[in-house]
């Protein structure tokens, strides 16, 4: 593992402890497993139901943001999304986006930082989503204070995202273009790696591509709101579409954040905070959050050890790639 994966491992592993122990003194532990204990079975079964579409609806997002470079078909591309999620939950430092990047480029023959370039683009779109979901939530719900705060300095980041993406994909014509492509063709290799990355990245010029891409991830997040809304009822906690929306993106931000595998305990943390501000109790809204994390990891972990058989792959792939490329 390189220094830098476990530079960042150790900072994410630090974060999430002091996320937990903060939880501790914040909540009352054996009453909110009190309260888990007696969730509501049928909004459990719905939780179940919105979880699964929301990684479907992904799923189908990539594939359409693949379309261009090639057609593939939606089971498989669901499974390495699927692949991905278990990734995530299981190796540190967002690893799981490289991990379905070069396994999908291995498995279906295309070139991986082509591949890579989509999902940067889909991390985007989803930022964007994110942020806008946020804001819109904030203005409805009236919160201020330091969750406003942290939207606002979202909007930045996405504002710089979306240049940074703009500038990839036309940087061969910007000016001076042609005396950094003469400089970089004494090192083909690295050449040849930005030329398939932009090649990924370009999809974001496609308005249809991207209009595809847009009506997944709408689907995504609204079966994202709905499994919050869905978990804050089945612990007893009334929420409103809007303060799912803010539950489910201000996670959703969270997980910017280095934390451990499967962001334990940020994401608990982060659930608590934000239902605080709706009146919530705080150990309902933990087991809410346990309820809900737990889910989320129980499918997505399941269908990744699913899909890695079934696609013939294994998480060492994309992690072993990534040091290969950080450099010990």
């Known amino acids: 593992m390189s220094r830098r994966t476990l530079l960042r491992t150790g900072v994410g592993i630090a974060i999430s402890l002091a996320a937990i122990w903060i939880l501790s003194r914040t909540v009352d532990v054996p009453r909110a497993l009190d309260v888990l204990r007696t969730a509501n079975p049928a909004w459990i079964v719905l939780m179940l139901a919105t979880v699964f579409i929301d990684v479907a609806a992904r ?37 799981g986006e490289l991990v379905r990047s070069h396994a999908l480029g291995e498995g279906e023959s295309i070139s991986r930082p082509t591949v890579l370039g989509t999902v940067v683009v889909e991390r985007i779109v989803d930022t964007i989503i994110v942020v806008g979901l946020a804001a819109v939530a904030v203005v409805m719900l009236g919160v201020g204070g330091s969750m ?20 990839a994909t036309v940087s061969h014509r910007l000016p001076g273009a042609g005396r950094i492509t003469t400089f970089a063709e004494g090192y083909p290799r690295a050449l040849e790696l930005a030329r398939r990355l932009r090649d990924g990245l370009s999809v974001a010029g496609r308005p249809g591509t991207l209009a595809r891409a847009l009506v997944f991830s709408a689907a995504a ?4 709101i709905a499994t919050f809304v ?11 579409i809007a303060q799912g929306a803010l539950l489910s993106s201000g996670v959703a931000l969270a997980t910017i954040v280095p934390s451990a595998p499967g ?42 050890v699913i899909s890695a058989v079934r696609l013939g792959v294994g998480l060492g792939t994309g992690a072993a790639r990534q040091q290969a490329a950080d450099g010990d």
């Open 263 to 304: 962001y334990v305990g940020t994401f608990e943390l982060t659930a608590v905070e934000i239902a605080k501000i709706f009146g919530a109790d705080p150990d309902a809204a933990f087991a809410m959050a346990l309820l809900i994390h737990a889910m989320i990891l129980g499918v997505t972990s399941i269908g990744g």
């Open 148 to 167: 406003a705060t942290a939207v606002t300095l979202g909007a930045a980041f996405v504002g710089l995202l979306i240049l940074g993406l703009v500038v």
């Open 59 to 95: 799923g189908g997002r990539w594939r359409a943001l693949l379309q261009p470079i090639k057609r593939l078909p939606y089971r498989r591309v669901l499974g390495y999304t699927y692949l991905g999620y278990l990734a995530n939950n299981v190796l540190p430092a967002r690893l």
């Open 230 to 240: 869905a978990g804050g009822q089945a612990v007893g906690i009334d929420l409103t």
């Open 221 to 224: 997040w609204a079966a994202s």
